[in-house]
C-alpha cells in the first residue's frame, strides 16, 4: 500500500462513517440531524449540565451555530437552556429524557458502525488499530 493513499482511505471512512449514521438517524426515526449528533455525544448521559461555552470548546462548533442547533432542540424538547442566577451571560445545557434517549440511540448506531467496520478484527488487531489512529492523530495536531 501507498502510504500517500491512507489520506484518501481516512476520508472515505469518515465519508461512509457519516452516510451511515445519516441513514440510522432516519431508520430510527431520530429528530435530529446527522451533523447535529456531536452535541448528543458530548452532553452527558446523566443530565448533568455543561456550559455553552464548553460546548463550543469540546465540539470545535461556532457559538452562533451551537446557538441555532440548541434552540432547535429545545423547541423539540431534547435539551434545556438555563440561564445562570449569578451570572447570566452563563449558559447551561444539558439533555431532558427524550434527550437521552437520541443520545441512547446514536451510541447504538456508532457501535453498529464500529462492529461492521471492523468485522473481522479480533480483540487485539481492535487495540491496535485504535492506538494507531490515536497516535496519527496527536501526531497530525502537533503540526497546527
Known amino acids: 500500500m501507498e502510504l500517500g493513499c491512507i489520506f484518501s482511505y481516512i476520508n472515505k471512512i469518515g465519508a461512509i462513517s457519516n452516510k451511515f449514521l445519516a441513514k440510522r438517524i432516519k431508520e430510527e426515526g ?16 446523566d443530565k448533568s449540565q ?23 432542540y429545545e423547541n423539540l424538547g ?9 451570572d447570566k451571560r452563563n449558559i447551561y445545557i444539558n439533555l431532558t429524557d427524550d434527550g437521552v434517549y437520541v443520545k441512547n440511540k ?27 489512529v490515536s497516535k496519527a ?7 497546527l
Do not use: T, W
Request: charged fraction near 30%; aromatic fraction near 6%; hydrophobic fraction near 40%.
Open 50 to 72: 455543561l456550559l455553552f461555552s464548553e460546548i463550543v470548546e469540546r465540539g470545535k462548533i461556532s457559538k452562533s451555530s451551537l446557538s441555532d442547533i440548541i434552540n432547535k
Open 137 to 143: 492523530l496527536v501526531n497530525i495536531k502537533k503540526v
Open 106 to 132: 446514536l451510541e447504538d448506531i456508532k457501535n453498529e458502525a464500529l462492529d461492521a467496520m471492523l468485522d473481522g478484527f479480533d480483540d487485539n488487531q481492535r487495540e491496535i488499530f485504535k492506538d494507531c
Open 78 to 86: 431534547l435539551v434545556c437552556k438555563c440561564i445562570s442566577n449569578e
Open 30 to 45: 431520530l429528530p435530529i440531524l446527522q451533523n447535529h449528533s456531536l452535541l448528543f455525544y458530548i452532553l452527558p448521559k
